[in-house]
């Protein structure tokens, strides 16, 4: 069956420093992965989204890397502040109108 | 703000009885899917409804419905609610026929008593 693995519930770094997480899927073979960022208790909110034909995609302090080959795909938030503080939630997608799957996300706490 | 908007933000109800939570899409968007996210959870997929049909659902019973209007807003209607529905539940609207880049609204909080 299709799995998605989040690397470790949660991860605590320290102001300034870079923050990666990483997403690996088994019995995939997405077109594409997203990245969201969920804050307690609100919906999740897009970040970033790369296709199986891009290595690597950045957006301001963000990249998103994507591997085909490992099934894996990271992500990391340079110089990163408290306010990045929140879950990451992945979500390798089938192309078309294939519904989103989610990890369970790994909790970020940047501490000042 | 995403512009998608979700109704009531938080509901109590009672093991056995029914709940109808409602969303409205985002303006253009005529895909909407529902998720179920538990305490620490990922959202788990419950169905989408596209162009007011249904198109593709999750691992959850029949006791999970749905509907999709014309004007594309959605309800996610529950029977016989057991203690383990209790979960944030979010509607997510993307562009026709994508799922690239789903809004989100803010949830529904639902406990089951």
């Known amino acids: 069956s299709q799995k998605i693995e989040q690397n470790s519930e949660a991860l605590n770094i320290q102001e300034g420093k870079t923050a990666t997480l990483t997403c690996n899927y088994t019995?995939?073979?997405?077109?594409?992965l997203q990245w969201y960022r969920q804050d307690p208790g609100r919906g999740p909110v897009f970040l970033l989204l790369?296709?199986?034909?891009?290595k690597e995609k950045r957006k301001e302090r963000l990249k998103v890397t994507f591997d085909t080959t490992l099934k894996q795909s990271l992500f990391h938030i340079t110089a990163s502040q408290p306010a990045d503080s929140a879950t990451y939630l992945c979500a390798p997608t089938n192309s078309g109108n294939t519904p989103l799957v989610f990890g369970k996300g790994t909790r970020l706490s940047v501490i000042a | 703000e995403t512009g998608v908007t979700q109704s009531p933000t938080h509901l109590i109800k009672t093991r056995g009885q029914q709940v109808t939570l409602r969303c409205s899409s985002q303006s253009g968007h005529n895909t909407v899917s529902w998720y179920q996210q538990a305490l620490g959870q990922g959202p788990q997929f419950i169905f989408q409804y596209y162009r007011e049909e249904e198109n593709g659902r999750g691992n959850f019973p029949p006791r999970f419905s749905g509907l999709q209007f014309p004007n594309y807003s959605s309800e996610l209607n529950v029977n016989a609610l057991e203690l383990d529905d209790s979960a944030l539940y979010l509607c997510?609207?993307?562009?026709?026929?994508?799922?690239?880049?789903?809004?989100f609204g803010s949830g529904t909080q639902l406990s089951v008593l």
């Open positions: 790369i296709r199986e034909n891009e």
């Open positions: 019995n995939y073979s997405p077109a594409y």
């Open positions: 997510a609207s993307s562009f026709p026929g994508t799922n690239e880049k789903l809004f």
